[in-house]
């Protein structure tokens, strides 16, 4: 091979490889700025789909109190499969004369788990404002809806005290409870929930012990407890439209060349 060629072949050889880098600097694509100015427009004029009946939030929170309402009130007296007659009967079969007043306390129960959880450093999904606010408005929807149901059916209870058997309250409230510590809570740990529902299902068997309720009262008052629940919380916005806030509380001593001494206290919040 003669020098010449030699030559023109390293030309060849090393003329590509000094392209190169020019060459891939002008094939790599520059992102595009982003086009903001017609993100609200809608040419074609198709509205957003609207989510089924079946996936919205009203029914999801009323499937379940539906349900238990439902089959409540086809229990009533000697209706349905298994009455309330027939419960009342086995009832007393198992516990006799068995009577005990724990009810009319662990029935508030669940509100104490709130304030233990909150009190361990557990932060709840509302901030304590709008969650006292649901809890006034789920009590105002329930206790209305429970007397309202109370005096137009007039039920007799089992120990005949009275004929305001049904729905149960002690349930209702429980139940209520129950379903705010799992909304609260749910997304920290489930047994938050299922420790609340526990003691309301408790409170809703003992009612049934002793003898104050049928069957048909404590699982409609199951239902109307729950939804009352869900009623507050779909119908609730964040006070003056704010997302949930925190408390952030510091203390700090003052001291002026006087001789006056104090204390600052500060409130942020979040």
């Known amino acids: 091979m003669t020098p010449l060629i030699r030559k023109l072949l390293a030309v060849a050889f090393f003329l590509p490889l000094g392209a190169m880098p020019e060459q891939a600097n002008a094939q790599t694509p520059q992102p595009a700025l982003a086009d903001t100015t017609h993100k609200y427009e809608n040419p074609g004029g198709v509205s957003p789909g609207k989510k089924s009946f079946l996936k919205s939030k009203g029914f999801r929170a009323a499937i379940v109190p539906a349900v238990l309402i439902g089959y409540g009130t086809s229990t009533i007296n000697g209706h349905g499969f298994y009455s309330s007659y027939d419960a009342h009967n086995d009832i007393r079969r198992v516990f006799g004369s068995y009577r005990t007043h724990v009810d009319d306390y662990l029935q508030w129960a669940p509100y104490l788990e709130i304030g233990g959880v909150l009190l361990a450093g557990v932060d709840s999904r509302d901030d304590r404002v709008n969650l006292a606010l649901i809890v006034l408005k789920s009590e105002a929807i329930m206790l209305s809806t429970v007397y309202v149901i109370k005096t137009l059916t007039a039920i007799e209870r089992p120990d005949q005290s009275n004929n305001l058997s049904f729905p149960s309250g002690h349930t209702a409230q429980a139940f209520l409870a129950a379903s705010i510590v799992h909304t ?22 003992l009612r049934m012990i002793n003898d104050k309720h049928w069957q048909s009262d404590v699982v409609a008052g199951a239902g109307v407890g729950i939804l009352s629940a869900h009623l507050a919380y779909l119908s609730h916005r964040n006070r003056w439209g704010r997302k949930p806030i925190g408390r952030d509380v510091s203390a700090m001593p003052l001291w002026s060349p006087s001789g006056g001494m104090g204390m600052s206290l500060t409130w942020h919040p979040k």
């Open 184 to 205: 609260e809570f749910r997304d920290k740990s489930q047994w938050y929930g299922i420790g609340a529902y526990t003691i309301a299902t408790s409170v809703a068997a």
